[in-house]
C-alpha cells in the first residue's frame, strides 16, 4: 500500500494467454481457466488496502424498480473510481507497463459502442452468512463480467448471463503465462 500516492500495487501472475474471460484477476487455485491474472493475495486484504487508502465501496451491479413502478432497470457497478495499470519484466528484463483494458478485446456480440474500461470501481464484496469475506470464497478479485462477489469491477453493465459485453484476452498483447506482473491499482480523484 503507497498511501501518499494513493495506490496498491498487487503481485500476480499471468495464468491464461487465451480465452475468454469473466475476471482480469483471481484468487490463485481458483478461476484461472477465466481470468488473465492469478494472485496468491486475499481478496480481503485488498479490500482493507482500498479502505486504507479512504475509499468506500459502492455497489455490485444490481436490477432495481424504474420510476414507472412498473418495470424492472439494471443498474451498472458504483463505487470509487480507479485506475488500474499493469507491469511486468520482458525476458531481456525490459520493463513494459499498460492500461489493463490492453489485455481485453470484445468478444461474442458486439454492443454498439466499443466499450473497454477506462477506470474500475471499488464495489467491495461482501460477508457470506457463515461469516466469510464472498470474494476470498469465489476467488473473484477483479472482474470484467459484473459477479457479485468481485472487490473490484468494470464501471458500466458487462454480464456472461445477459451477453452485453463480453471479453476475451487480447493473446498477442500479453506475455507468458508464469510471468510475474504487478497490477497497480490507483485510487482517481473525487
Known amino acids: 500500500i503507497d498511501v501518499k500516492n494513493r495506490r496498491i500495487i498487487l503481485q500476480s501472475e499471468v495464468c491464461l494467454t487465451d480465452g475468454i474471460l469473466e475476471l482480469l484477476v483471481c484468487k490463485a487455485n481458483s478461476k ?3 481470468s488473465i491474472l492469478s494472485t496468491r ?13 479512504g475509499l468506500t465501496p459502492g455497489f455490485p451491479a444490481r436490477a432495481a424498480v424504474a420510476p414507472d413502478r412498473q418495470t424492472m432497470v439494471s443498474l451498472p457497478p458504483q463505487g470509487a473510481e480507479l485506475s488500474i495499470r499493469l507491469r511486468w519484466k520482458d525476458a531481456k528484463a525490459a520493463v513494459h507497463e499498460v492500461s489493463a483494458a490492453d489485455w481485453l478485446e ?8 466499443t466499450v473497454m474500461p477506462k477506470t474500475w470501481v471499488f464495489v467491495g464484496s461482501d460477508i457470506t452468512p457463515g461469516g466469510t469475506y464472498w470474494a476470498d470464497d469465489d476467488g473473484d478479485v477483479i472482474s470484467v463480467s459484473n459477479f457479485a462477489a468481485s472487490v473490484i469491477d468494470v464501471p458500466f453493465e458487462s454480464s456472461r448471463v445477459s451477453r452485453v459485453v463480453t471479453y476475451r484476452t487480447r493473446t498477442s498483447a500479453i506475455p507468458d503465462k508464469g510471468t510475474a506482473v504487478d497490477v497497480i491499482i490507483e485510487a482517481l480523484p473525487n
Do not use: F, V, W
Open 41 to 53: 493475495a486475499s481478496a480481503s486484504d485488498l479490500h482493507a488496502a482500498l479502505l486504507a487508502l
Open 32 to 34: 484461472e481457466y477465466e
Open 106 to 113: 470484445l468478444s461474442g456480440m458486439k454492443p454498439k459502442e
